[in-house]
T-cell receptor, first 112, second 112 residues
Framework: KNQVEQSPQSLIILEGKNCTLQ??????????LRWYKQDTGRGPVSLTI?????NTKSNGRYTATLDADTKQSSLHITASQLSDSASYIC???????????FGTGTSLTVIP | DTGVSQNPRHKITKRGQNVTFRCDPI?????LYWYRQTLGQGPEFLTY????????KSRLLSDRFSAERPKGSFSTLEIQRTEQGDSAMYLC??????????FGQGTRLTVV
């Protein structure tokens, strides 16, 4: 069964601190993995996309890693800001699939 | 604005009433997806169109739900005889084939 699991479910950190979010998946055959940021009451917005051959990709203060062998990905946020407070959703696509497989998300709260 | 547009943004309806939501995808995108998202959860797949053809439907899409994409452009999602359990955010996304999905802002449905 194609599944995507994320941890932790929620996280509270102080402004300026770093954090790492985890994503494990069983989607096969794997095509790509995306991290989305979803602000409350809004649609998800893509942060990064990673294909099978990519191990690390950065987008500003966001760095995503992918281990296709263990089927794990992480999203590292550096020097967090209050505006980083949101849900972060891991989405995995299969080569032969017609849909995207979503994790349940990690709710991040950055406090001053 | 050339992104995915959803209308209305918010809808409050009485139980038993019918509601219809509209999604206008990015113009060159041939795939259109509908998702439902409840508080604290990731989006759940409802249905997907490739051009005007509805290719896949989730078991979540009961017989009270119907979706159309008559000309392969905009899509509508209708819920008949709404129930309180239908209260959720309904998200629309579009993509060019299986490339990145771009999401709309969603329609927040509240059934009272």
């Amino acid at each position: 069964k194609n599944q995507v699991e994320q941890s932790p479910q929620s996280l509270i950190i102080l402004e300026g601190k770093n954090c790492t979010l985890q994503c494990n998946y069983t989607v096969s055959p794997f095509s790509n993995l995306r991290w989305y940021k979803q602000d409350t009451g809004r649609g998800p917005v893509s942060l990064t996309i990673m294909t099978f051959s990519e191990n690390t990709k950065s987008n500003g203060r966001y760095t995503a890693t992918l281990d296709a062998d263990t089927k794990q990905s992480s999203l590292h946020i550096t020097a967090s800001q209050l505006s980083d407070s949101a849900s972060y959703i891991c989405v995995v696509s299969a080569i032969t699939g017609n849909q995207f497989y979503f994790g349940t998300g990690t709710s991040l709260t950055v406090i001053p | 604005d050339t992104g995915v547009s959803q209308n209305p943004r918010h809808k409050i309806t009485k139980r038993g009433q019918n509601v219809t939501f509209r999604c206008d995808p990015i113009s060159e995108h041939n795939r259109l997806y509908w998702y439902r998202q409840t508080l604290g959860q990731g989006p759940e797949f409802l249905t997907y169109f490739q051009n005007e053809a509805q290719l896949e439907k989730s078991r979540l899409l009961s017989d009270r739900f119907s979706a159309e994409r008559p000309k392969g452009s905009f899509s509508t999602l209708e819920i008949q005889r709404t129930e309180q359990g239908d209260s959720a955010m309904y998200l629309c996304a579009s993509s060019l084939w299986g490339a990145e999905a771009f999401f709309g802002q969603g329609t927040r449905l509240t059934v009272v």
